[in-house]
């Protein structure tokens, strides 16, 4: 079977070699499964056993996204090291990998699918 792109693949850039993850702290950890059940990609599975989220297929996370870490109640889910802000590491990384000419060649590709269109009711603008 082959790898789905969305996984294996950010922008032309194998995801295996962008480090965008989220990094469970379990002392703060409380074991609410907010990230488990929060995620659509499947990045985190629960240890019911120690009542904890583990991370086990982190190269699914989207890279930047953080809602994990937005909605933890208890802080316990991190994206940089100290330091750095999740910010200053996400656009660090649109710059090494250089996606940004990538994104504006798929913009165009896409441009049926993505153009913004105004429905006034009666027609499309």
Not at 43 to 70: G, H, I, L, S, W
């Amino acid at each position: 079977m082959a790898e789905d792109k969305k996984f294996s693949e950010w922008h032309g850039v194998p995801r295996d070699k962008i480090k965008w993850n989220p990094e469970v702290n379990e002392k703060k950890c409380i074991g609410c499964g907010m990230c488990v059940t929060t995620c659509g990609r499947g990045v985190f599975k629960f240890d019911y056993e120690n009542r904890k989220a583990k991370v086990v297929n982190p190269n699914n996370c989207m890279v930047a996204c953080q809602t994990c870490a937005n909605l933890c109640p208890a802080g316990a889910i991190s994206f940089a090291k100290e330091g750095e802000t999740t910010r200053e590491k996400a656009q660090r990384i649109v710059k090494e990998t250089n996606v940004l000419p990538k994104v504006k060649e798929e913009l165009e590709k896409r441009k049926e699918e993505l153009r913004f269109k105004i429905n006034t009711g009666m027609y499309e603008i």
